[in-house]
């Protein structure tokens, strides 16, 4: 991991003040918010082209539901600006990486590693990472790390980002990327100062408790590093090279905590929800036969139910999961009604069990009629609806893709419309749509969806090649001779000059 990417928490007492009374660092940054965008742009793009990016529309779901908050809460502080607010992305891309790593990338996107996922015991644990990265954004700690030194371009310092989280995963090909003393410089100087990271805790801190969420959080994050550096890190947390622990570090956040506080790393009770999203990342990012086949053993051990509820729930969906990896709908659906009535009307909860129903459900690829019209009522296949939630969404639109009925694709089409109506840059929810329109026998849609997904990843290059072939579609078929596809390719014909002028500013930032 670079030192760009990096984090450190450490704790704040809740007796600090708003950031608006205390002094922080300025901005002082010479790159302005649009060149800092457009250089996160180009290192997310290559991110969404990694074989380990996911969009695991669950685990978007539960992080989104701690990161949403935090946003919210930098607004109402005045830590995060109108411009930067308009002009940045807000994005957190998820890699299935098991290293215990969060990032802060320029121009408002975030690296989440599945590996820290799985190894926060609360939302709280999580919230402290964000919060901490959030503000080294609205900070503008990068920009102004990049500024200066005037001689190293942004795209160059790009490269070297690109370069360094190479080489977190595979060291040759970091090295490929970081090679010769000007690139050894452009790297040492994205170095967080301890200033930053203080100010980064303190703002974080204030975000995070604004928030809504429990500042032990910070606490108990702290204790997880400390012990990883008393282990002699192999590895797994790649902060811990980039920014070791000090004892500095470690007397202030102590001194930091509240009075009357509890210093222990068992402060924090993992909620039962939070123990399944802990468990699914784990499952999602070691999908090796033995790991898998392993969550099986753990829950057929007669020791499980003597443990808290939270761990036997994280046990069973993780084994429920496993087993849909290995193809084993009979065991899934047995570890899943395990689950689902351990869990039973947890509202945290319960959601999640139903959607872990319905993936099982849609791996069996064999569902009886009976099955079926319960998959379809379970995710409301048979109404549009605006109250979906994404995971919902897009378990709606596999389970019409394998009913394959024409009033269930319209009910699912009419769905995805409007959510992407609302948010345009969901690329797997374009990609789906996609699907389903080619379903419809749809061509020209199906096309254009494609392309809105290319673009939603910023591959500009492979929306254009899209739109190009929606465009030959048209004159190959007449198809604008009725009303409705003369309006889809008009769409088109626009879509098609804005992509132009995107891939055409993509181009000259190289």
Known sequence: MIAICAWLPAALTAQVPPSSS????????????????????????????????????????????IWQPLLAAARQRGDLSAELDERFAWQILLGRDRTVNAFALPGGYLGLNLGLLAVVSSRDELASVLGHELSHVTQRHISRLIAKDSQQTPWVIGAMILGALAASKNPDAGNALIVGGQALSAQNQLNFSRDMEREADRVGFGVMTQAGFEARGFVTMFDKLQQAARLNDSGAYPYLRSHPLTTERIAD????????????????????LHAMMAARAQVLSNPGVDALRSWQTLVNDPGLPGQPAAQQAGALYGAALAAIRLRDSAVARGDWQRLQALVGTDPGAAQAVRWLGAEIDLAARDLSLPQTRALATSLGLDQTTADLRRPELILQAQAAMQINQVDTLNTVVQNLQRWLAARPKDALAWQWLASLYAAQNQSLRALRAEAEAQAARLDYAGALDR?????????????????????????VDTRLRQITALLKEQTLDH
């Not at 965008?37 to 290192?43: A, C, E, F, H, T």
């Not at 078929?477 to 008009?490: F, L, V």
């Open 253 to 272: 956040m102590q001194s930091r905590l509240p009075l009357g506080s509890v210093h222990s790393p068992q402060v924090m009770t993992p909620t039962t």
């Open 22 to 65: 205390l002094p922080l660092l300025g901005d002082g940054s010479d790159m302005t918010s649009a060149n800092e965008r457009r250089l996160g742009d180009r290192i997310a793009r290559e991110l969404y082209r990694d074989p380990d990016y996911l969009d695991d529309p669950v685990l978007a779901d539960y992080v989104q539901g």
């Open 467 to 491: 739109l190009k072939a929606a465009q030959e579609h048209v004159l190959a078929s007449g198809a604008s001779s009725t009303s409705a596809s003369h309006i889809d390719a008009s769409i």
